[in-house]
């Protein structure tokens, strides 16, 4: 008999912050108002069914084609002229959490989660605290293919195993795990965590099979492509090791990102010459983690916020004030502990023609002048190589 619902219970493990009538604390003390919201759950499921079909249908303006189709068949569409319901319903059920506001604590969890703690005018976020319940339903609307349900649950595995929701959720915020054994046509939701080769074993047999359920051939990829998609040529994920607890695991991953970012060079001197004299440099290395970064040197230095411009053809330079950063860092609960997680979406940085460029530029002596990308994303590689004992899941 064909499916026509999913269940996961699940389980916070990691802070999630959401949105709400009132997502941060006031100054009178008002409880904020979080809330366990569809629409977040959705628009986390479409990024990571488009990774999946992306990374079988390819990037061509073909594949693109297709991989639209079949996310708005699935999960509806906005378009004006073909919008509307997809296949698959999603909503929440039987949701039991806590809720707290998040304060400055150890060095790395501050570092990965800095702007949800208070910073100027702004007072800290609420977040859903670990421990906290929930039900994740998906369901198929009547008269629709169940294959549109099976994309929809290897959508959910993937944003189980690799993503997370709402702010920060590629910083190791927003994770949740499944609190009872569940599966879907053979596809388990459940990590084992004795060994970090099991854990490879599960993540690589679980891709194989969703990779299988989307059952069409590559059309063709472009070297650097055109959004993150999940195939070995693009993507690259590493197991990074087990910890007894949650907020352990957080820590270390964000204290060894911390020291691997901060006062680094050849960044920090090109970028002081580069902003106090306008000396031209290759790039700002650095920026492959995601676009805005702010720059601040003390005593007297220079400042200003390094993002991106596109020169386009007409002269109507566009503005980016922020690139998502390419590198998701998760933690997953495991039948015995939990594993930190890096999955590495080796896209295209910025568009074609687009550079970065210094914004707000104070105490300068001359205008720095537009500088290229990174030409690729060594510096993260070479931070899970210098820095884990990591385990890459190897899947084809």
Known sequence: MPLKKFTLKSQVVTNLFLGGSAPRSTEEGETGVIELRPPSFRGAL??????????????????????AQQEALVFGSTENESGGAGSVGLRIGNANITKTTFHRDQIG????????????????????????????????????PEQSLRLAVAALWLLTNLGGVGSRSRRTAGSFSPLETVSYDG??????????QEISDYLQQGLKTIRGWVGAPAISFSA?????ILHPQSCRIWILGIWDKAKEAVEEIGATFRASRSYTNPDHDRVLAWLSSGVAIPTVTRSIYGLPIPYQYSRGGPAA???????L?????????????PLWL???????????????????????RAMLYAKD????????????????????????????????????
Do not use: C
Not at 335 to 346: M, N, Q, R, W
Not at 365 to 372: D, R, V
């Open 361 to 396: 530029v104070k105490r300068s002596s001359a205008e720095p002048g537009a500088i290229n990308p990174p030409a690729d994303y060594r510096l993260i590689e070479d931070w899970i190589k210098d820095n884990w004992d990591a385990q890459e899941v190897i899947y084809a």
């Open 109 to 144: 969890t501050n570092y990965l989660l800095w702007s949800m703690a208070a910073f100027g005018n702004a007072l800290p976020r609420y977040y859903i605290e670990a421990d906290s319940t929930f039900d994740l339903i998906l369901s198929l609307r009547p008269g629709q």
């Open 187 to 196: 596809l388990s939701f459940n990590m084992p965590g004795t060994t970090l």
């Open 46 to 67: 479409r990024y990571w069914l488009r990774a999946l079909l992306g990374g079988v249908y390819g990037d061509s303006p073909a594949g693109r084609a297709l991989v």
């Open 224 to 228: 650097f492509s055109e959004f993150d």
């Open 313 to 325: 053809p007409d002269d109507d330079n566009k503005e980016f004030d922020r690139r998502s950063s």
């Open 330 to 352: 998760k933690v997953v609960r495991t039948e015995s502990g939990y594993v930190g997680i890096a999955t590495l979406f080796k896209s295209r940085f910025l568009p074609s």
């Open 305 to 311: 916020i390094i993002q991106g411009v596109h020169f």
